[in-house]
């Protein structure tokens, strides 16, 4: 994967809420996917939350942007 710069603390947990979703390496559907795909339920470190597309990183060190739409914050992310 592409260098990917991410801020210094995560913002927080969440879990995917899709079947499966794409990990990206930028954010928007133009952008390939950067790795597997993250199973629903799975619990992701959240690093860089704007609007539409956050930061994530997985448990195995897979990081890269995952649409919101399919995230639901496991507590309120920190600004």
Do not use: F
Not at 47 to 62: C, E, K, S, T
Request: proline share 9%; hydrophobic share 45%.
């Amino acid at each position: 994967m592409n260098a990917l710069a991410i801020p210094n603390c995560a913002k927080g947990t969440a879990t995917v809420t899709a079947t499966a979703l794409r990990v990206r390496a930028g954010p928007g559907l133009q952008h390939p996917q950067a790795g597997r795909l993250l199973a629903q339920g799975e619990t992701v470190t959240v690093w860089a939350a704007p609007p539409d597309w956050w930061i994530v990183q997985a448990a195995d060190g897979l990081t890269g942007w995952a649409s919101a739409k399919y995230l639901q914050p496991v507590s309120e992310l920190v600004p």
